[in-house]
């Protein structure tokens, strides 16, 4: 897939968030990758670039002090490659890209791996 249809659909993807979400994301760059860097698979104790589909880094809101002004945007990356490598149509790539800015944003709002795992997994079963 082009890089720009890519990113059209990482963009729509965040338009599809519900308003609430995308109004505290002003402090929020999303950018899109190729494949995540050797330091980025490092500090995640990652071995292969295949298993990193996106990665939220800096502040979570909810332990943002008083102090908290003045800084750089946090960041989100969305990795093409590993995306398009774990899917098999676009439509499948559309839906795995709305899926990691969801985990990601998730982050943003301070919800950890373990609770995103246990929410998607409740998800998986309901639509079974």
């Known amino acids: 897939m082009k890089r720009e249809e890519f990113e059209t659909l990482v963009i729509r993807a965040?338009?599809?968030?519900?308003?609430?979400?995308?109004?505290?994301?002003?402090?929020?760059d999303i950018v899109v990758q190729d494949w995540p860097g050797p330091q980025q698979l490092r500090r995640l104790k990652l071995r292969r670039s295949t298993q990193l589909l996106g990665l939220y880094e800096g502040i979570?809101?909810?332990?943002?002090?008083?102090?908290?002004?003045?800084v750089l945007?946090?960041?989100?990356?969305?990795?093409?490659?590993?995306?398009?490598?774990?899917?098999?149509?676009?439509?499948?790539?559309?839906?795995?890209?709305?899926?990691?800015?969801?985990?990601?944003?998730?982050?943003?709002?301070?919800?950890?791996?373990?609770?995103l795992y246990r929410i998607e997994g409740q998800r998986a079963k309901r639509r079974l």
Do not use: M, W
Request: glycine share 8%; hydrophobic share 35%.
């Open 60 to 70: 979570p809101q909810t332990v943002r002090g008083r102090g908290y002004n003045l």
């Open 73 to 115: 945007p946090d960041k989100i990356t969305i990795f093409q490659k590993p995306i398009e490598a774990k899917c098999h149509s676009a439509k499948e790539i559309e839906a795995e890209i709305g899926r990691v800015i969801r985990h990601e944003i998730a982050h943003h709002f301070g919800i950890g791996d373990s609770t």
């Open 14 to 28: 965040v338009e599809t968030l519900p308003v609430e979400f995308r109004s505290k994301l002003e402090n929020v």
